[in-house]
């Protein structure tokens, strides 16, 4: 399960912000925030077992975000990494097997404009208007309570006027259920309803939050947490973004 709130091109100071949860087996190995060495460009933490990330960009003028979607099969092993497809769009390839991965949601952005793609129940691509966006782990149309609440508190933050990425994290943090019904009566099992969900097994693994500014200066902040729940690390990068 995972959880962001995505705002583009919705604010006169900034292109885009992101705020978001991974959530993930805590056994799973993974490294932190960082550039990679690969010669990629890439800035984006690592799935270690997979080979690829959740969330990362390059100074060439491209983000991908991607989240599972959740179905009652789950995923099937042996097919393509779903991380992999983000590292693909990052490099400015086009993946051919998105078929054929395990069910997905993914937000990609170029310097001129943001998109959408899944490939449940079928292979669809939208680009994305001006505004906020939520993205977990359900139907992309479907408001599940805690992405509305991620998506009020990046709002929030945007009408503040703020640049400090603290009641963003503070928003990640929340680990408390929703007090909000989802217009559908639809949203996550009770022990994923939280945005940050505390689990020795599964839980959130860290936050992220990116601001581009519209001058072409970026940052990207991601909090990393133990299975407790307790902060373990955080890393900072500050980037360049084409502007156009």
């Known amino acids: ?59 060439a003028g491209r983000f991908a975000l991607v989240t599972n979607f959740r179905v009652p099969e789950g995923p099937q092993p042996g097919r393509p990494s779903r991380g992999r497809l983000v590292t693909d769009l990052l490099a400015g390839s086009v993946p051919h097997d998105m078929a054929a991965m395990n069910p997905f949601n993914l937000v990609f ?70 007090e909000i019904t989802s217009p559908t009566g639809g949203g996550p099992e009770a022990r994923f309803a939280p945005i940050f969900i505390r689990d020795p097994n599964y839980g959130t693994r860290c936050s992220t939050v990116l601001a581009i500014a519209r001058s072409g200066t970026g940052r990207i902040t991601e909090r990393s947490f133990s299975e407790a729940g307790d902060v373990v690390g955080e890393q900072s990068i500050c980037f360049t973004w084409p502007v156009t």
């Open 109 to 178: 952005v170029d310097d001129s404009k943001a998109t959408f793609l899944t490939n449940h129940p079928r292979l669809e691509r939208r680009v994305l208007s001006a505004g906020i966006h939520g993205l977990s782990n359900g139907g992309f149309d479907v408001p599940w309570p805690k992405t509305m609440q991620l998506q009020r508190a990046l709002e929030r933050w945007l009408r503040d006027g703020d640049s400090d990425f603290a009641p963003l994290m503070d928003a990640l943090r929340n680990d408390r259920p929703p």
């Open 1 to 59: 399960m995972c959880v962001a709130a995505v705002a583009w091109d919705a604010h006169p100071d900034w292109l885009l912000v992101c705020a978001g949860n991974r959530d993930e087996f805590h056994a799973r190995p993974a490294a932190p925030l960082a550039r990679w060495s690969d010669g990629s460009g890439i800035i984006a933490g690592t799935d270690i077992s997979g080979g690829g990330t959740w969330l990362g960009l390059t100074e």
